[in-house]
């Protein structure tokens, strides 16, 4: 399968701050990367579909405002966290266009 | 909208059993189906994709079979093993974008315990 690289790995920060998660796509070009979320003991929850050089395309629900989603090269999507709140507070995964690649994830916090 | 469900929920066995997990889906348009292992607080480790057009694949102690017209999909677990311990979830593909992609839905999840 594809190799992922998520970062970072885990992330604290205090409310109403905003946290970039990156996602790169290590051995081949990904046109189209996908974020899920994840509340504890739950399942998967896909977020946004992220395309490069266009605009996400977000799952019902998900607000494209709070979680911006950038994918300016065929390497690279991010994922902003804006203004996060408690709420917020989660694990966020992404994955590759094949689908057969996961980033490792990134536990964020929000106090 | 593509459901996908997983039963049961939480199974505890002991070491040697053989046990199977089961999934299920409403819509049987699929492109694959992926079994996955999560262990706590970790991210996911791809254990077995079925492509829509296969009925089964296998891995070591692990088979997982796919019968797309009843939207069925069952991994089975051979002599397992305490280090089998985590959650297995299984994720249905469908193609974007002209085939180009693979978009996943989840399932909610089998959280396994194997007591030695």
């Known amino acids: 399968g594809a190799v992922v690289s998520q970062h970072p790995s885990w992330v604290i920060c205090k409310s109403g701050t905003s946290v970039k998660i990156e996602c790169r796509s290590l051995?081949?070009?990904?046109?189209?990367m996908f974020w899920y979320r994840q509340f504890p003991k739950q399942s998967l929850m896909l977020m946004a579909t992220s395309n490069e050089g266009s605009k996400a395309t977000y799952e019902q629900g998900v607000e494209k405002d709070k979680f911006l989603i950038n994918h300016a090269s065929l390497t690279l999507s991010t994922l902003t966290v804006t203004s996060a709140h408690p709420e917020d507070s989660s694990f966020y995964i992404c994955?590759?266009?094949?689908?057969?690649?996961f980033g490792n994830g990134t536990r964020l916090t929000v106090t | 909208k593509q459901e996908v469900t997983q039963i049961p929920a939480a199974l505890s066995v002991p070491e040697g059993e053989n046990l199977v997990l089961n999934c299920s889906f409403t819509?049987?348009?699929?492109?694959?189906l992926q079994w996955f292992r999560q262990d706590p607080g970790k991210g996911l480790t791809s254990l077995l994709l079925i492509q829509s057009s296969q009925r089964e694949q296998t891995s070591g102690r692990l088979n997982a079979s796919l019968d797309k017209s009843s939207g069925r999909s069952t991994l089975y677990i051979a002599a397992s093993q305490p280090g089998d311990s985590a959650t297995y979830l299984c994720?249905?593909?469908?193609?974007?974008?002209?085939?180009?992609?693979?978009?996943?839905?989840f399932g909610t999840g089998t959280l396994l315990a194997v007591q030695p």
């Open positions: 051995d081949f070009q990904a046109t189209t």
């Open positions: 994720a249905v593909g469908f193609m974007n974008y002209g085939g180009a992609t693979n978009k996943l839905i």
């Open positions: 994955s590759a266009s094949r689908g057969s690649g």
């Open positions: 819509d049987s348009a699929i492109y694959n």
